[in-house]
């Protein structure tokens, strides 16, 4: 279970190579919009969807249910970027206990 938003945000933004800024902010490029939905997903996947769209400065969980259903999708069509989201996942969920060199491990099956 993923319970700090805020380290979901930082490692989502450090894969994808944006700000947690974007990934929080307006921008609606098509690299910030799928890191932000793989931090809505992600989130959602254990959080209220109105909480996850509060969160990410959205109005509606309705945009939590398209970006949860996107980032699903992609998944299922592409193995390296169900690795990467699960990668990020991991990393999220024990973030905070790992040692450097796991971290390390982990980012090198994203690539």
């Known amino acids: 279970m993923i319970v700090d938003f805020d380290l979901l945000v930082r490692e989502t933004a450090d894969v994808f190579g944006v700000t947690p800024e974007d990934i929080l902010g307006p921008k609606r490029t098509k690299h910030v919009s799928m890191a932000r939905h793989v931090v809505m997903a992600c989130w959602a996947d254990h959080h209220?969807?109105?909480?996850?769209?509060?969160?990410?400065?959205?109005?509606?969980?309705?945009?939590?249910?398209?970006?949860?259903?996107?980032?699903?999708?992609?998944?299922?069509?592409?193995?390296?970027?169900?690795?990467?989201?699960?990668?990020?996942?991991?990393?999220?969920?024990?973030?905070?206990?790992?040692?450097p060199e796991e971290k390390e491990k982990q980012i090198e099956i994203c690539a």
């Not at 259903?69 to 990467?84: C, G, H, P, T, W």
Request: with cysteine; proline share 2%; glycine share 2%.
């Open 48 to 99: 209220p969807y109105q909480d996850t769209a509060n969160r990410c400065n959205r109005t509606c969980h309705s945009t939590v249910i398209w970006a949860r259903q996107r980032i699903l999708n992609e998944a299922e069509m592409d193995v390296s970027f169900a690795k990467m989201l699960a990668a990020i996942s991991n990393r999220c969920q024990f973030g905070a206990e790992q040692e």
